[in-house]
């Protein structure tokens, strides 16, 4: 099979691309540039740029892309109106499964989970200015596939832009479904843990984390540990790290003083520290990101991921913090999936 690897692009492939946006909703053979022209197309004709986005009305619903057959999503690419980061919600549902497989608000999918836009250059997704999110994950289905986006703001979100592109083509058996889940919640000095992710059911491999932390403690924030739970384990988990710079990548406060917040940013093809901010008067704020591509976390029956909130006490010991922590978990797995946990509502996603 065609892997759409470097060193295989010069094979051929039975696979049909297609692709879907505002201009081709439906992704059919011949089915592009087929809008009426107006507004700034009326003097050109049919044919030409006449529908390039979309409206997304407050509260509702609009299905991006709705598709019948097997294959692979290969690349998505997606921008709007900054407000949407955290008040837009994406949905991917497979093989007319009725609850998603990925539920997320619109930034944080892409790693732009602090109602921020930065540049984020890594292998599955990158973030270029000024708000193009793109995203590589590989995304199979074997009966077909639909994708929501859904506007919770209180306004309209005029000139809604996409584009998902796709290979139709038969899919091998072993193939697990892509699945992301958001969570957001506040750790507490008697107990300062957040949960990346719990309750997966079934067998699969789990690809990457991203994290948007908001600091209410001062000095450094990194010493707690990413820890896996798989395969019935318990009190003890089978991996289990040491510190959150060292899970992403970096190390020694990232190269920041530990009497400080301050450290390099950085974003690579794996892993990264894409931005933080900080100053006087403000909550400092960091993102952070690490995609298992060349070493997936393998699960047979289950798996749980937490980190640790830790910095430091001024007599050299362990200060458990209280921090606001979202995340995003990604993961590939057999289905039926278990039912993702419920979204915050809007006004408990607000990051500022």
């Known amino acids: 099979m065609f892997d759409n690897s470097l060193g295989s692009l010069y094979r051929l492939s039975e696979a049909r691309t297609r692709s879907i946006c505002a201009?081709?909703?439906?992704?059919?053979?011949?089915?592009?540039?087929?809008?009426?022209?107006?507004?700034?197309?009326?003097?050109?004709g049919k044919g030409w740029k006449c529908k390039p986005c979309i409206t997304v009305k407050a509260g509702e619903t609009a299905v991006l892309a709705q598709v019948k057959g097997s294959g692979i999503i290969r690349h998505i690419w997606m921008t709007a109106d900054s407000r949407m980061l955290r008040a837009g919600i994406l949905r991917f549902y497979w093989d007319n499964e009725q609850e998603p497989s990925v539920e997320v608000p619109f930034g944080d999918f892409f790693g732009m989970g602090l109602e921020r836009r930065f540049d984020l250059n890594s292998l599955p997704v990158v973030c270029n200015p000024d708000g193009a999110l793109n995203c590589y994950w590989p995304m199979p289905y074997k009966e077909g596939f639909k994708v929501t986006f859904t506007n919770e703001h209180h306004e309209d979100v005029r000139g809604f832009f996409y584009q998902i592109t796709y290979d139709e083509q038969e899919i091998d058996k072993s193939s697990a479904y892509f699945h992301a889940s958001f969570r957001r919640a506040m750790t507490t000095r008697e107990h300062p843990e957040h949960i990346i992710i719990d309750n997966i059911k079934g067998k699969g491999h789990y690809v990457g984390t991203s994290l948007s932390w908001m600091q209410y403690s001062d000095c450094w924030w990194g010493e707690g540990e990413v820890k896996f739970y798989m395969d019935g384990d318990k009190e003890y988990p089978t991996i289990c790290g040491t510190g959150t710079e060292d899970y992403f990548g970096?190390?020694?406060?990232?190269?920041?003083?530990?009497?400080?917040?301050?450290?390099?940013?950085?974003?690579?093809?794996?892993?990264?520290?894409?931005?933080?901010e900080r100053g006087e008067g403000r909550v400092p704020k960091h993102s952070l990101?690490?995609?298992?591509?060349?070493?997936?976390?393998?699960?047979?029956?289950?798996?749980?991921?937490?980190?640790?909130?830790?910095?430091?006490?001024?007599?050299?010991?362990?200060?458990?913090?209280?921090?606001?922590?979202?995340?995003?978990?990604?993961?590939?797995?057999?289905?039926?999936?278990?039912?993702?946990?419920?979204?915050?509502?809007?006004?408990?996603?607000?990051?500022?």
């Open 289 to 352: 990101y690490r995609w298992h591509i060349m070493d997936p976390i393998r699960f047979d029956s289950d798996l749980k991921v937490t980190i640790q909130a830790l910095g430091w006490w001024p007599n050299g010991l362990y200060q458990p913090e209280t921090e606001d922590i979202a995340s995003v978990a990604y993961w590939y797995q057999t289905e039926p999936h278990q039912k993702l946990k419920e979204l915050p509502s809007i006004n408990e996603r607000w990051g500022r």
């Open 250 to 276: 970096g190390a020694w406060n990232f190269g920041g003083d530990y009497k400080t917040t301050y450290g390099r940013n950085y974003s690579t093809a794996f892993l990264g520290f894409p931005y933080s």
């Open 23 to 44: 201009e081709n909703p439906t992704g059919e053979k011949g089915n592009g540039a087929k809008a009426e022209p107006y507004g700034a197309s009326k003097e050109l």
